[in-house]
């Protein structure tokens, strides 16, 4: 091995001399670490409220001013994507619901990953292989700088006088302890005030909160250079390892492996069986359209034995899709027209199947009310049947953006289930069927189980009391008092 071999195994991922950082980056390496430490504590680890809107908002002004250092530009998509982020982080502080919050912290943590990237990148728009360059934004790049923020700190400590000192001071300890403890012994045993005091101190070291805070800066020390390998790839990688059509061009076209004369054999029994399974339920299904119940079937068991059941086929014919799609030899621009017709008459045929499955749902919310699961599928199968849509006007116009229309789609539906608050949404709803008559009973109690959306909404409109909140609004925040932070539940507060 020579000499210039042994160099280039010891550059840096973008650089061939070994990197020197900049005041930014010893600053962005401060500041990932704080915020890598607040997402463990008020994300992972804790309910999440007002607190977590500031730090979420804070990230984002921070990497705005750090990527700006960069001379990174800022285009019109890169900043619309920025304003969506913002918006976004609002959601903690203006729902109670804990699984919102949760979809919400991974929405924002990817949407986060890909703006970075976008922005190093110069992207003027979503890319066209999407699913690449979120591989790239999510995994390759803050891996390929996974070590850089050690690099700093180990640099920092090395040259200037402060680090070596403290490396000095953390070596003292380090030496002095077993001698420290002896000594506490003998005191403790000599004297009881300083027994007492010394217990004191030993009581707070071991109480739960302590081992917390512990637990929550180990995730957080990974977790932190995570962020920042993101941020500083992100901005200092060259043009080899930057997205490049071509190869992910030549990638798809690796996919293909598959004759699509074995495709269509293998769709065609599909096909047909549509065919056969809609001739023979043909009244079946359309009770769903006319509101009628088939013989022998309650509401519930029609409604839901039917749902779930051609929910699953909606997913297994969007796999089947995306199959023949990536893997026979002749697709995308080259595909042939038999592959384009038997990609819409799936996409049809599930089309079909969601509207029937939509309108079963409907049926059964307008005899039972809705609940928590009724919505989020009902919404699920919505955007499902988007995507079916955007698949058969694929097949039409190869050159539509399938990526930005999705992208697009998504965010607005998404948006739509955040800031609708579907609790208060199903508290409201269902209130408000009951006191019309739709409605045989209210079920008090779940609403009660609820988030402080629902509890909120249910105590405006006078279904339940005072006392039973006061006695319920604080079951799904024990040990985590910080999920109390938001407007929900300050309005609520104020209320008993």
């Not at 992972?44 to 530009?73: D, M, S, V």
């Not at 079963?360 to 988007?386: D, H, N, P, Q």
């Not at 508290?427 to 609820?450: Q, R």
């Amino acid at each position: 091995m020579n000499d210039n071999t042994l160099s280039m195994d010891s550059e840096q991922f973008c650089s061939k001399t070994k990197p020197e950082y900049t005041k930014a980056d010893r600053v962005l390496s401060v500041v990932v670490m704080a915020a890598a430490f607040g997402f463990v504590r008020y994300v992972l680890f804790h309910a999440t409220g007002f607190i977590t809107t500031g730090l979420f908002i804070a990230f984002i002004t921070a990497a705005i001013l750090y990527l700006r250092n960069r001379k990174c530009e800022f285009s019109g998509f890169n900043k619309l994507l920025t304003v969506i982020l913002y918006v976004f982080s609002i959601v903690f502080s203006i729902t109670a619901n804990n699984f919102i919050k949760v979809l919400d912290a991974m929405f924002l943590f990817i949407a986060g990953a890909y703006m970075i990237y976008s922005v190093g990148a110069g992207n003027k728009n979503i890319d066209r292989f999407l699913p690449f360059a979120m591989i790239k934004s999510l995994l390759e790049y803050p891996f390929a700088g996974f070590g850089a923020q050690g690099s700093i700190a180990s640099d920092t400590m090395s040259d200037s006088k402060t680090g070596k000192n403290i490396k000095l001071i953390i070596i003292g300890l380090i030496i002095t302890l077993p001698l420290t403890a002896i000594v506490a012994a003998l005191l403790m045993s000599a004297d009881k005030g300083v027994e007492n005091m010394l217990s004191r101190l030993f009581e707070g070291l071991d109480s739960g909160e302590f081992w917390n805070i512990v637990i929550e800066l180990i995730f957080a020390l990974p977790f932190s250079m995570y962020i920042f390998g993101m941020f500083y790839t992100s901005t200092h990688c060259d043009e080899e390892r930057r997205l490049d059509e071509r190869k992910c061009i030549q990638r798809i076209y690796s996919m293909r492996f598959i004759s699509n004369l074995i495709c269509y054999t293998a769709v065609t029994p599909i096909c047909v069986l549509y065919v056969m399974f809609f001739i023979s339920q043909t009244r079946y299904f359309l009770s769903a359209f006319m509101g009628s119940l088939p013989d022998g079937f309650t509401y519930a068991d029609y409604a839901r034995r039917g749902f779930f059941e051609l929910f699953a086929v909606a997913l297994i014919n969007l796999g089947v899709l995306c199959f023949i799609s990536l893997h026979s030899k002749k697709a995308g621009r080259e595909k042939p027209f038999t592959l384009k017709l038997y990609s819409i008459v799936l996409s049809v045929f599930t089309l079909i199947l969601i509207a029937t499955a939509i309108s079963k749902m409907v049926m059964y919310i307008s005899r039972y009310g809705l609940t928590e699961l009724r919505v989020y599928t009902s919404w699920f199968m919505v955007l499902l049947a988007a995507v079916f849509v955007l698949i058969i006007v694929k097949q039409f116009r190869f050159d539509m953006k399938f990526s930005k229309h999705l992208a697009v789609i998504f965010t607005v539906m998404f948006a739509a289930l955040c800031f609708s608050r579907p609790e208060a949404l199903i508290a409201k709803y269902n209130i408000e069927m009951y006191e019309s008559g739709y409605l045989k009973e209210l079920d008090t109690e779940a609403l009660l189980d609820m988030s402080d959306d629902a509890r909120l909404v249910a105590l405006e409109s006078g279904v339940v009391t005072e006392e039973e909140i006061s006695w319920c609004k604080y079951s799904g925040y024990e040990g985590h008092s910080y999920g109390r932070y938001n407007i929900s539940s300050v309005m609520l507060d104020s209320k008993t």
